[in-house]
């Protein structure tokens, strides 16, 4: 059997980041900087120090600009692919787009390029990454969730040991997306490339067939959603 190639990463960065204006009226919300880093550079070093190097950066408003600031990726020892959007394809549209440049043998990596998680172990993702392939029921998506910020009170979804659902059971606990995931291709192979799409529905239908397990994470988190909240944690980490 041939081994299976390195988990590929997609990295989100085609949102407009209304809520972040005027700061985003001339640079593309993931490149907005904390310590002086872009967002995107933190998660490219982080990705680089676990040693994933296939990186797939999808980019709509402003995307020649994220092209421009980061290249082909040698700067960071990584190969940098990047999938322009005409139009805003959503979340799965622009995964979907994007699936022929990561060409995944079946599990890749998705980050919002907007959320700031210094220290984020991706090192433990890949690890949950060959338990999924090991796994008698592979699931079609695996969510990292997050305790809720005072911004999302209500949360997302219930994380029941390892199983992910929109229903209530006992002992589950309600919490956030964080905006990072493996997912296999699987899940989206009924979409049309440049069609948008949510990513929100093809999970809920995942989790009703049992395809979504997740895990959560207690480390430091943030989305990075208005410009208040980029200015705190500028803040806390000068």
Not at 46 to 59: E, R, W
Not at 132 to 146: E, I, T
Not at 156 to 177: M, N, P, Q, R, W
Not at 183 to 212: C, E, S, W
Request: glycine share 10%; with cysteine.
């Amino acid at each position: 059997m041939a081994k299976p190639k390195q988990l590929p990463c997609l990295l989100l960065a085609a949102g407009r980041g209304e809520r972040m204006r005027p700061l985003t009226d001339d640079l593309p919300k993931p490149l907005l900087k904390i310590k002086d880093k872009s967002l995107l550079q933190w998660h490219l070093e982080a990705l680089s120090d676990a040693g994933i190097q296939n990186i797939v950066i999808n980019h709509a408003w402003l995307g020649q600009k994220i092209e421009d600031a980061l290249g082909n990726g040698a700067q960071f020892g990584l190969q940098i692919q990047y999938s322009p959007e005409a139009i805003a394809l959503e979340t799965a549209g622009g995964i979907r787009k994007a699936l022929p440049l990561l060409n995944p043998d079946d599990y890749f990596l998705v980050i919002n390029g907007d959320v700031f998680c210094p220290g984020f172990p991706i090192g433990g993702l890949i690890q949950a990454h060959a338990a999924l392939r090991g796994s008698q029921n592979p699931p079609l998506a695996h969510l990292v969730m997050v305790p809720n910020p005072a911004h999302h009170s209500d949360g997302d979804f219930y994380l029941d040991h390892s199983k992910v659902s929109e229903i209530e059971s006992l002992g589950a606990e309600k919490l956030t997306f964080s905006g990072i995931g493996i997912y296999h291709r699987d899940l989206f192979q009924d979409l049309v490339i440049g069609i948008p799409a949510k990513l929100a529905p093809l999970l809920r239908t995942a989790m009703k067939d049992n395809k979504v397990s997740g895990e959560k994470y207690l480390g430091p988190w943030h989305d990075v959603g208005t410009p208040q909240r980029l200015q705190e944690l500028n803040a806390v980490y000068e």
